[in-house]
């Protein structure tokens, strides 16, 4: 958007400067005729002359007159000049009801015609330039609401200018009319407009709209124009993102890489769209996990085996305290106390044994099929897999072909850096009996990630000293203990 700005501004003021050169003698000589000219035209309608539709004619010309003058004094007087001599105009043609020679004139005014010679016919002409003027003005005077009215008045009198229409859906975007950026692009694309600025732009609007199909239709119209334009390729790509097409995104990315691009941004683009893919996964393993631990019949029977051992043990100890009291009964008054807090603590067991029995319960009665649901699992984790490689072997291509690419190196950095913390989750889980046996070698294979990660982070980081990888970084140092590399990075 800035650069059609920028374009359209040094177009404008190009304009401005060539009728800022008019001759001053000659537009203080112009505003005297013209204001006379006003002024006795306003001054017929007043009269028994009322009536006749040239006199309305008369009148719309000399308004039409002062639009055009260029001169800043008659115009700021009458700054509505061009609409009151359309207003002016129409009132002649309803008062020619038998259309003779006053509406056949004043429609002329109207709108613009072409000649023999397919050159503009000078009426129309005149009151194109007058609206057009108006707008140009208004737009350096960043009225950029009244420059949008004016120039869409250009385009209604001149239905095939392309500038008209162009530059009304760039000052539209200005003003914030989006109705009027829409209005104005479509037209310009629809009268032959090529440029691929205005095509990214009316598609931005589209996909504001969340109109999806005319947003990729806009695109893929600007791609068939400009087929090397990497701009309205990329806008694609992120519009399939945005309406959730990441299939879509990912086969349109695959058939320009497949032809043996070097462009490292696509080829990154494609790696993001793999990584995303991934993701898309996760929710539903999670749940599908969840689901599993929920159901897990095998660990849940071995819960109920061991709390129905501990209140088996209780029930050895009570047995063992009463026969002592049958053996010693000196010791039976601190036996049957010692009976009361065993049998306490064993109704806690029976409590947390109940308990688990009803989880069985529930589990007996949910109906979850634990086979299909591993067997689903299996399948969405190997999707993943292939979804995350595709995503790495992207990232590393795109390496190769730009080194010095923040995106990649950074990408690379967190891919690493997260598996890392996905397998130390693992180890937290971990009981003491596990993690005797196992935790030693999970925690080698995290730390093993997280070392993976660290050249990436350093690269991007020497490229640009973003806030978030700073952060990572520290996290980093701190989790391989790099004290000399944590001081050096300002902690």
């Known amino acids: 958007m800035k650069k059609i700005t920028l374009a359209l501004f040094a177009i404008l003021m ?9 001759d001053k003698m000659m537009i203080e000589a112009n505003r005297k005729t013209i204001s006379e000219a006003v002024k006795k035209a306003d001054a017929a309608v007043t009269k028994k002359d009322s009536a006749k539709a040239k006199t309305w004619l008369t009148r719309g010309e000399a308004y039409l007159d002062l639009a055009n003058s260029q001169d800043s004094v008659l115009t700021k007087a009458e700054p509505l000049a061009a609409y009151k001599a359309v207003e002016y105009f129409k009132k ?3 008062l020619d009801a038998k259309d003779g020679a006053a509406a ?4 002329k005014y109207l709108l613009v015609t072409l000649n023999k010679e397919g050159k503009p016919e000078p009426e129309g002409q005149k009151t194109f330039s007058a609206f057009m003027n108006g707008g140009i003005a208004k737009y350096q005077s960043k009225d950029f609401v009244g420059a949008v009215k004016d120039l869409q008045m250009a385009s209604e009198v001149s239905p095939k200018d392309t500038t008209a229409a162009m530059y009304t859906g760039v000052i539209g975007q200005m003003a914030k009319d989006d109705a009027a950026a829409k209005g104005g692009f479509e037209k310009f694309l629809a009268l032959g407009g090529k440029d691929p600025a205005m095509i990214y732009a009316l598609a931005q609007i589209y996909r504001n709209e969340k109109n999806e199909e005319k947003a990729i239709a806009t695109l893929e119209k600007g791609i068939a124009l400009h087929p090397n334009n990497k701009d309205l390729k990329a806008e694609k790509v992120n519009l399939l993102l945005a309406f959730k097409k990441i299939d879509l995104a990912i ?3 695959e058939t320009s890489v497949a032809k043996g691009t070097s462009n490292p941004q696509e080829v990154l683009n494609l790696g993001i769209l793999y990584e995303n893919k991934a993701q898309e996964f996760a929710p539903e393993i999670r749940t599908l996990k969840e689901t599993l631990s929920d159901n897990n019949v095998e660990a849940l ?12 043990a209780y029930d050895e100890e009570i047995k063992r305290l009463t026969d002592k009291i049958k053996k010693d009964p000196k010791t039976a008054a601190a036996s049957k106390k010692q009976i009361v807090q065993v049998k306490e603590m064993q109704n806690e067991q029976k409590a947390e044994l109940t308990k688990l029995n009803e989880d069985a319960a529930k589990q007996a009665a949910s109906g979850v099929n634990v086979e299909e649901t591993n067997k689903k699992l299996a399948e969405l984790e190997a999707k993943q897999k292939v979804a995350k490689d595709l995503a790495l072997t992207y990232y590393k291509k795109s390496l190769e072909l730009d080194p010095n690419n923040y995106d990649v190196n950074f990408n690379l950095g967190v891919m690493s850096f997260n598996e890392a913390v996905e397998i130390k989750k693992k180890v937290d889980l971990l009981d003491m009996a596990a993690y005797k046996t196992e935790g030693k070698k999970i925690e080698e294979l995290a730390e093993k990630k997280f070392r993976e990660a660290l050249p990436y982070f350093e690269k991007a980081y020497s490229i640009k000293q973003e806030d ?3 952060s990572s970084l520290r996290s980093l140092y701190q989790i391989l203990k790099m004290e000399d590399k944590l001081k050096a990075l300002g902690e």
């Not at 190009?14 to 008019?22: L, R």
């Not at 056949?104 to 429609?107: E, G, I, M, P, T």
């Not at 029977?301 to 129905?308: A, G, H, R, T």
């Open 14 to 22: 190009t304009a401005g400067a060539a009728s800022a050169q008019m």
């Open 92 to 94: 002649a043609i309803a």
């Open 104 to 107: 056949v004139s004043a429609k």
């Open 251 to 253: 086969k349109e990315l």
């Open 301 to 312: 029977n071995k819960k109920i085996q061991v709390q129905k051992d501990k209140v088996a």
């Open 468 to 470: 978030d990888l700073k």
